[in-house]
């Protein structure tokens, strides 16, 4: 069967079991072939073949519904629910997702992006089913990644005193990005280990059906292994039935205790061993997760396509780098990741230091407690943090972090429009958010320099400090010395005679220089560095000068900065100046490369040029040629407004 003519997952029930494991073939070099010209999320899929195949062969979709937690390793569900053609445009501005998309298919039930969603959501689903009188089973498939998560194991607790029938699939693979790090793994592997398992797995293999011990009475297996002193693991705590572990890249065994799973009255669990990465060397070998979401690569040699501008470093790396310098100093300083160790450049830090590095897991909300824990106790704790995977932590930050006043530092990663993941990971909510908590600080550095500035003095605060900065690289232009920022210092640049005013933030800032100077654009342009503080002094000097202003933002304007800056004209009592907002609006924005969503939101650098040419066009018009106020109360012509403090470390 060609991968290109699967219409319906229908058409697999026909295939005999050779003829699905040479689809299982045709598939992984389609993947590897297709994703090695458009990146995407390879290992996870690769390892879940056989078994998408099997849940496919065995269930009738979109009736049984099929919900892939996190939703990255569902590339071969897709393929198999006649999505093949489409994965040119993987994860390109109106093509195919990477995750399940309900307006994508009838064949996806749910759809997230974020992890550990897909034991509640099923539940619900099968409350839904079941009260409506309905039919139809529902399954989730969970990896040993997303299974740390606190809300898999609140709805694990939930799903085991319900009637309502969940099957979960259970894709262990001993890998979450990088290795996973799940204390309760011992004890299935006790499980694994023990006589009375294996002769209830012999049983299994042997196809026995239907076999009492399974079969509705699966509780007996339950009494078996519990009479055998054997610790009934994870799942039997919380009251499931269990079956497993099966090979996951063995079809048979696959589909024949699926078919034990359908049959079974109540819920279920089938623990499923696969290997992340099987069937690609590079990928199958890889245990630092470089091979868990790639860019375009060459597939004969393994090498990834893109290697970065030269000169330029990844903003995670220059962050680490400066908190890990900082530790060489200070012993106190600890480092916490929920599972993202390898994206946020932390693994040298977790080389060096391994007694002050914790990955604890996907579990936002624990890391983040864990690190105020830390704090309270006297260390210095730096949580390294992906913005809309903070989303999960926001009580943690104020409830236990911030309303104690606890100095905790937190690197809010791949903040604003990631891109290609789409609407689940764009990390644009962060500063409207994190606005709403008292006392903290949030900020964003324009450069390397300005970087290393901000994490040094991020650690001289006493309440939580927010250091948020982009996916991708910039110049790695920094001095040896880490130098204090003021907090709530703005600066500014004068780029010839201003009569504009653009107020930005992060690498916007340079480049907006850039152009400017390219056009010969007369422009203040502001380093808004700080979101909160704002510099309320430089606000209120600025709106002084009677120039046209523009906030140009990259997030969303809701909560944003343009928000703080009115929030802080509005407290005079005076009538608020007229400004002009260029940022994204109130609304989810889509997958697609970082420069096409741009332009499509209109908050390109040319969108703003296109403004401010325009907005300078009216004036002109409107004044006759009378030029505007003299900017000068400041230092002009490129030179930094206010100094950027003292203290240093060198
Ligand atoms: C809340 C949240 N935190 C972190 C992530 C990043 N993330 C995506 S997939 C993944 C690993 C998932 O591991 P597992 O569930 O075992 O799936 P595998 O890739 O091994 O198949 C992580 C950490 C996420 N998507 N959501
Ligand atoms: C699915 C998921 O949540 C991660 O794999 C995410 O795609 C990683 O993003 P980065 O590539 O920016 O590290
Ligand atoms: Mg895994």
Same mark, same amino acid.
């Given at each position: 069967?060609?991968?290109?003519?699967?219409?319906?997952?229908?058409?697999?029930?026909?295939?005999?079991?050779?003829?699905?494991?040479?689809?299982?073939?045709?598939?992984?070099?389609?993947?590897?072939?297709?994703?090695?010209?458009?990146?995407?999320?390879?290992?996870?899929?690769?390892?879940?073949?056989?078994?998408?195949?099997?849940?496919?062969?065995?269930?009738?979709?979109?009736?049984?519904?099929?919900?892939?937690?996190?939703?990255?390793?569902?590339?071969?569900?897709?393929?198999?629910?006649?999505?093949?053609?489409?994965?040119?445009?993987?994860?390109?501005?109106?093509?195919?997702?990477?995750?399940?998309?309900?307006?994508?298919?009838?064949?996806?039930?749910?759809?997230?992006?974020?992890?550990?969603?897909?034991?509640?959501?099923?539940?619900?689903?099968?409350?839904?089913?079941?009260?409506?009188?309905?039919?139809?089973?529902?399954?989730?498939?969970?990896?040993?990644?997303?299974?740390?998560?606190?809300?898999?194991?609140?709805?694990?607790?939930?799903?085991?005193?319900?009637?309502?029938?969940?099957?979960?699939?259970?894709?262990?693979?001993?890998?979450?990005?990088?290795?996973?790090?799940?204390?309760?793994?011992?004890?299935?592997?006790?499980?694994?280990?023990?006589?009375?398992?294996?002769?209830?797995?012999?049983?299994?293999?042997?196809?026995?059906?239907?076999?009492?011990?399974?079969?509705?009475?699966?509780?007996?297996?339950?009494?078996?292994?519990?009479?055998?002193?054997?610790?009934?693991?994870?799942?039997?705590?919380?009251?499931?039935?269990?079956?497993?572990?099966?090979?996951?890249?063995?079809?048979?065994?696959?589909?024949?205790?699926?078919?034990?799973?359908?049959?079974?009255?109540?819920?279920?669990?089938?623990?499923?061993?696969?290997?992340?990465?099987?069937?690609?060397?590079?990928?199958?070998?890889?245990?630092?997760?470089?091979?868990?979401?790639?860019?375009?690569?060459?597939?004969?040699?393994?090498?990834?396509?893109?290697?970065?501008?030269?000169?330029?470093?990844?903003?995670?790396?220059?962050?680490?780098?400066?908190?890990?310098?900082?530790?060489?100093?200070?012993?106190?300083?600890?480092?916490?990741?929920?599972?993202?160790?390898?994206?946020?450049?932390?693994?040298?830090?977790?080389?060096?230091?391994?007694?002050?590095?914790?990955?604890?897991?996907?579990?936002?909300?624990?890391?983040?407690?864990?690190?105020?824990?830390?704090?309270?106790?006297?260390?210095?704790?730096?949580?390294?943090?992906?913005?809309?995977?903070?989303?999960?932590?926001?009580?943690?930050?104020?409830?236990?972090?911030?309303?104690?006043?606890?100095?905790?530092?937190?690197?809010?990663?791949?903040?604003?429009?990631?891109?290609?993941?789409?609407?689940?990971?764009?990390?644009?909510?962060?500063?409207?958010?994190?606005?709403?908590?008292?006392?903290?600080?949030?900020?964003?550095?324009?450069?390397?320099?300005?970087?290393?500035?901000?994490?040094?003095? %991020? !650690?001289?605060?006493?309440?939580?400090?927010?250091?948020?900065? +982009?996916? $991708?690289?910039?110049? /790695?232009? #920094? *001095?040896?010395?880490?130098?204090?920022?003021?907090?709530?210092?703005?600066?500014?640049?004068?780029?010839?005679?201003?009569?504009?005013?653009?107020?930005?933030?992060?690498?916007?800032?340079?480049?907006?220089?850039?152009?400017?100077?390219?056009?010969?654009?007369?422009?203040?342009?502001?380093?808004?560095?700080?979101?909160?503080?704002?510099?309320?002094?430089?606000?209120?000097?600025?709106?002084?000068?009677?120039?046209?202003?523009?906030?140009?933002?990259?997030?969303?304007?809701?909560?944003?900065?343009?928000?703080?800056?009115?929030?802080?004209?509005?407290?005079?009592?005076?009538?608020?100046? %007229? !400004?002009?907002?260029?940022?994204?609006?109130?609304?989810?924005? +889509?997958? $697609?490369?970082?420069? /096409?969503? #741009? *332009?499509?939101?209109?908050?390109?650098?040319?969108?703003?040029?296109?403004?401010?040419?325009?907005?300078?066009?009216?004036?002109?018009?409107?004044?006759?040629?009378?030029?505007?106020?003299?900017?000068?109360?400041?230092?002009?012509?490129?030179?930094?407004?206010?100094?950027?403090?003292?203290?240093?470390?060198?």
């Amino acid at each position: 069967m060609r991968i290109l003519d699967l219409k319906d997952p229908g058409q697999l029930k026909t295939l005999s079991i050779p003829q699905l494991e040479s689809l299982a073939q045709e598939i992984r070099s389609f993947l590897i072939q297709s994703l090695s010209k458009t990146g995407g999320h390879l290992s996870s899929n690769l390892g879940i073949v056989e078994l998408t195949l099997a849940l496919h062969y065995v269930f009738e979709s979109p009736k049984d519904r099929l919900l892939f937690d996190v939703g990255h390793q569902s590339y071969v569900h897709k393929i198999l629910t006649g999505r093949a053609p489409r994965f040119a445009t993987l994860r390109q501005r109106h093509g195919l997702s990477g995750f399940q998309k309900r307006e994508e298919s009838p064949h996806d039930p749910w759809e997230a992006g974020h992890s550990s969603t897909s034991l509640s959501a099923a539940l619900g689903l099968a409350v839904a089913r079941d009260l409506q009188k309905e039919s139809g089973e529902v399954i989730s498939v969970i990896g040993d990644g997303a299974l740390t998560g606190g809300m898999a194991m609140e709805a694990l607790n939930n799903i085991g005193m319900r009637k309502e029938k969940v099957i979960i699939v259970y894709n262990d693979n001993d890998m979450s990005i990088s290795p996973n790090h799940a204390g309760f793994k011992n004890h299935l592997t006790t499980l694994r280990s023990s006589r009375a398992y294996r002769s209830v797995k012999r049983d299994v293999k042997a196809g026995l059906e239907p076999s009492p011990a399974l079969l509705n009475g699966l509780s007996s297996i339950r009494d078996v292994l519990r009479d055998s002193l054997v610790d009934g693991g994870l799942f039997q705590q919380f009251g499931l039935d269990y079956l497993g572990p099966v090979d996951g890249h063995n079809l048979p065994e696959l589909i024949r205790t699926l078919e034990t799973a359908r049959e079974h009255h109540g819920s279920v669990v089938v623990h499923v061993r696969t290997r992340k990465g099987m069937g690609y060397a590079p990928a199958q070998q890889d245990r630092t997760g470089q091979w868990h979401g790639v860019p375009p690569f060459d597939p004969a040699t393994g090498r990834f396509r893109s290697s970065g501008c030269a000169g330029e470093e990844s903003w995670s790396l220059i962050i680490a780098d400066a908190v890990s310098r900082l530790a060489a100093k200070d012993p106190r300083i600890t480092v916490l990741t929920p599972a993202m160790a390898n994206g946020s450049k932390l693994l040298q830090f977790a080389a060096k230091y391994p007694d002050r590095f914790f990955d604890c897991g996907i579990a936002e909300e624990h890391t983040v407690t864990a690190a105020g824990g830390m704090a309270a106790g006297g260390l210095r704790p730096f949580v390294s943090i992906y913005s809309s995977f903070l989303q999960r932590a926001y009580d943690q930050v104020l409830h236990d972090v911030a309303r104690q006043h606890l100095p905790v530092v937190f690197g809010v990663d791949r903040a604003g429009l990631v891109g290609e993941d789409g609407d689940t990971h764009q990390g644009i909510y962060d500063i409207a958010f994190l606005r709403t908590i008292p006392d903290v600080v949030i900020c964003q550095p324009k450069d390397a320099q300005e970087a290393q500035d901000l994490v040094y003095s %991020a !650690f001289l605060h006493s309440d939580p400090c927010f250091i948020r900065y +982009p996916r $991708g690289t910039t110049a /790695a232009k #920094r *001095k040896d010395v880490l130098e204090e920022i003021q907090t709530g210092t703005w600066t500014w640049f004068d780029e010839g005679t201003p009569e504009q005013i653009v107020i930005t933030y992060g690498p916007e800032v340079d480049r907006v220089r850039e152009k400017a100077k390219v056009n010969g654009t007369g422009l203040r342009v502001v380093n808004a560095r700080f979101f909160k503080p704002v510099d309320e002094a430089m606000i209120r000097e600025l709106f002084a000068m009677g120039l046209p202003v523009t906030v140009f933002e990259t997030d969303v304007s809701q909560g944003g900065l343009s928000s703080a800056i009115r929030d802080c004209l509005a407290k005079s009592g005076d009538p608020v100046p %007229a !400004f002009h907002v260029i940022g994204l609006p109130d609304a989810f924005i +889509p997958h $697609g490369s970082v420069r /096409a969503l #741009r *332009k499509e939101e209109g908050i390109s650098l040319e969108d703003l040029f296109d403004w401010i040419e325009r907005k300078s066009g009216t004036d002109n018009r409107q004044a006759e040629g009378t030029r505007r106020v003299d900017a000068g109360v400041r230092p002009s012509s490129g030179e930094p407004g206010p100094s950027s403090g003292n203290g240093s470390l060198s």
